[in-house]
Structures are given as C-alpha cells and as structure tokens.
C-alpha cells in the first residue's frame, strides 16, 4: 500500500505578510551563528530564480532531510527522500519566516511557481489587490 503524498503547494495564490509581522520593508534573513537559517535559505532560493521553483521544492530543499542530501545520491533516492518526507503533511510557505518576520508576501503563479515580493513594494501592492487572486495571510506569530 502505497503512502498518500500530500503537498504545500498553492495556485494563483498571494500570501500577504502577517498581521503581526515587525518588518515595514522586505528584510534578507541574517545568518544566525554564522550558519544560514531555514528563512535565510528560503530567501535566497526564491529570489535568485523567481517562478521557478514550487513551495514543495522550497520546503523540501530547505528541510533537514533536503539538505542532507548532496550532489553523489541518485535521482531515485532523492526522490524516495521526496516521497517520505511528504507522506505527512507539511507547514506550507503561510508558516515561512518570510512572511512571518521578514516582510516579505509569497505570489504563486497559476502554475505554483512561488515569487517573493517585499511589503512595501508596488508589485505587492497591486499582488495584494488583484481579485483574481485567493488572498491570505501569513500566520501570525503571536495569538490574537
């Protein structure tokens, strides 16, 4: 029997930032004790390729067990990796620092490519406006 996959990804979708979120400007995750955290490596994968990459790619590649993987393991057994890790469900980009702390809102396109746009830029103002588009939040980091 075969494990269900489930997904993070999303369709013509933007995540505004959260309610609560401390940023006015989009900010670049500071590294924490000289190594890159989880916002931090987010960050720089979406921004050097915008509408490239999906929120499954983006999770994944961030999680522990996408950065355990190297160059040397085989398409299958990244794939298996894939797989395990998305047997259960994940949080999806809602829960991201990026939109969190960071300022930064989360566009995906129709075809779920992910682009992230700071909060006090126009392209997220007029991303935040579209009707076209399912308009939610990020979650907040505090209870209301």
């Keep these: 029997m075969t ?6 990804n999303c369709f013509n979708t933007f995540i505004q930032v959260a309610e609560d979120c401390p940023a ?7 590294l924490r004790a000289g190594k890159p955290t989880v916002a931090y490596l987010q960050y720089e994968m979406i921004a050097k390729a915008p509408y490239k990459y999906r929120s499954d790619d983006v999770i994944f590649a961030t ?7 190297d160059g040397k ?3 299958a057994e990244q794939q298996a990796a894939r797989e395990a890790f998305f ?18 809102g989360v566009h995906a396109d129709n075809e779920g490519r992910i682009a992230i746009h700071a909060i006090d830029s126009k392209r997220y103002q007029a991303l935040a406006r579209d009707p076209k588009l ?3 939040r990020a979650m907040r980091s505090k209870r209301a």
């Design 134 to 136: 399912t308009q939610v």
């Design 3 to 8: 494990k269900p996959m489930h997904t993070t």
């Design 24 to 30: 006015r400007t989009g900010e670049e995750p500071p």
């Design 63 to 69: 999680s522990a067990p996408g950065r355990e993987l």
């Design 73 to 75: 393991t085989t398409k």
């Design 87 to 104: 047997s259960r469900g994940r949080a999806c980009m809602r829960a991201s620092s990026l939109g969190k702390r960071f300022g930064w």
